[in-house]
């Protein structure tokens, strides 16, 4: 009996496939699109840290603002209240619970006003407030990082409730 040869069958007897150039261009293209992608993700996460930042910041700034408010309709002539420019006396640190290393830290600075009023003579009751949190590297030096921290500002007319 007569043995046929199987393997011509399954293996056409010339296959095309691919070179090393063709590999090497594959390689570059896949190479690209990863670093690409990698680009994405760290901006990405920088764009989360800045939220995360700016979330913080406005709710430091908000709660100021809202103690402040308070203030005024328990106490109108407070130290706090008066006319001018006026800084908390400690920094604010968000502190990760993790290693317990500072995230970010604030300076909380806030601008008291009289309501202007275009009639003379005219006093209207109530101040304007202008909240302001800083990003701060140290005590004295302000956190400027693009894509780290951003200064938030809530400005807010107050009155004591008649």
Known sequence: MKKKNFTKSFYPEQTDGFSLVELIIAILILTFGLLSA???????????????????????????LDY???????????EE???????????????????????????????????????SGINLPGRILSVQATP??????????SFQNKTTIFNAVIAAEP
């Open 38 to 64: 990698a680009q994405l993700l760290t901006i990405t996460i920088k764009l989360d840290a800045l939220a995360r930042s700016k979330n913080i910041a406005a709710l430091a700034a908000q709660n100021k």
């Open 68 to 78: 402040l408010s308070d203030l005024y309709r328990h106490n109108p002539e407070a």
């Open 81 to 119: 209240l008066t006319i001018g420019t006026h800084q908390a006396e400690e920094m604010i640190e968000i502190l990760n619970p993790l290693n317990q290393n500072v995230l970010n830290r604030y300076k909380i600075t806030w601008f008291v006003g009289d309501i202007p009023d275009p009639r």
């Open 136 to 145: 701060m590297l140290t005590e004295n030096l302000e956190n400027t990082s």
